[in-house]
């Protein structure tokens, strides 16, 4: 501990230096900023659809962002986080819209179920494509191959601050959101009647998961697990109040990435496991824990 202080003050030696302020440092805070904003995106997309079951990878967001990515490494040899960003967000923004356009068609509201499937079969259609080019073109798979796993690997500084400012966006919005997320809960009708604008809350609620997926995904690559599960988690200890569950899903989310983090770079050291793969180890023991309990597997 006293060498990771003395590190941060800028004192110790030059390789405790470079491990602390180069590596582990940007790579904490690359952790932290993508759980912000995976927490708060899967909080928002259950409480929008009503749906305990949806985050954005099920709902096909991260693979449709990834999809966009892989299109602009592949075939305009992009390599620049700043430029990727833009291209995550817009295949984030396609696949949203495209999954809720399904979902609402045809007679009444958007089913949750009708959403799941759309989203389900988007993101398996999105991921094949991805997958087809990246094994189609070499350059790119080794380009990508780290960060379609999901890693914080190598992510610095320099790759972190042009995303910043749409995760802190993100984020305050998701809080903006919430009190109009408990009146929508009640029903479109009665979410009118309490004063609710219900057409801004859906093109806001789209838009925020839209930027918090998108700076995820170009961040870090497409990450499962996280946004599902710790809404549920938060929602089975503190109750529905959107309120709670939006803050408390981007403090915990946080937590959940940086263990996995941890836990890939200890398991098989001196190798590594994307923190990509290690989240559905964490994520799927609980919520078949959470699925035993009628209560926890419904938002209501």
Avoid: K
């Amino acid at each position: 501990m006293a060498t990771v202080l003395d590190a941060l003050r800028g004192a110790g030696s030059a390789e405790a230096q470079y491990v602390v302020g180069d590596l582990r440092l940007p790579r904490t805070v690359t952790g932290i900023v993508v759980g912000v904003a995976l927490g708060a995106a899967g909080a928002l997309i259950q409480a929008f659809t009503r749906n305990p079951l949806a985050d954005p990878g099920i709902l096909g967001v991260n693979a449709g962002a990834a999809f966009a990515v892989a299109v602009g490494i592949a075939f305009f040899g992009l390599r620049d986080i700043a430029s990727v960003v833009w291209l995550a967000f817009l295949g984030a923004l396609v696949v949203t819209v495209a999954v809720y356009l399904i979902g609402s068609s045809g007679r009444g509201a958007a089913d949750p179920i009708r959403l799941t499937l759309a989203g389900v079969a988007l993101g398996a259609v999105f991921a094949g494509l991805t997958t087809g080019m990246t094994l189609s073109n070499p350059d790119a798979f080794d380009q990508m191959r780290s960060w379609h796993a999901g890693s914080l690997l190598g992510r610095g500084f320099d790759v972190l601050t042009p995303v910043l400012p749409f995760a802190a966006l993100g984020a305050v919005a998701a809080l903006v959101l919430a009190p109009g997320l408990n009146a929508l809960a009640l029903g479109e009708d009665v979410a009118r009647a309490q004063g609710a604008n219900v057409g801004g809350i859906r093109i806001g609620v789209i838009a925020t998961v839209t930027v918090l997926a998108g700076t995820a995904t170009a961040l870090a690559g497409p990450i499962a697990f996280v946004g599902l599960m710790v809404p549920h988690v938060v929602r089975w200890t503190f109750g529905v109040d959107q309120r709670r569950i939006l803050p408390l899903s981007i403090l915990l989310a946080p937590s959940i990435v940086l263990l996995s983090d941890v836990l890939g770079r200890i398991l098989i050291a001196p190798a590594e496991i994307p923190v990509g793969i290690v989240t559905p180890f964490i994520g799927a023991p609980l919520l078949i824990a959470l699925a035993r309990r009628r209560r926890a597997s419904t938002l209501g």
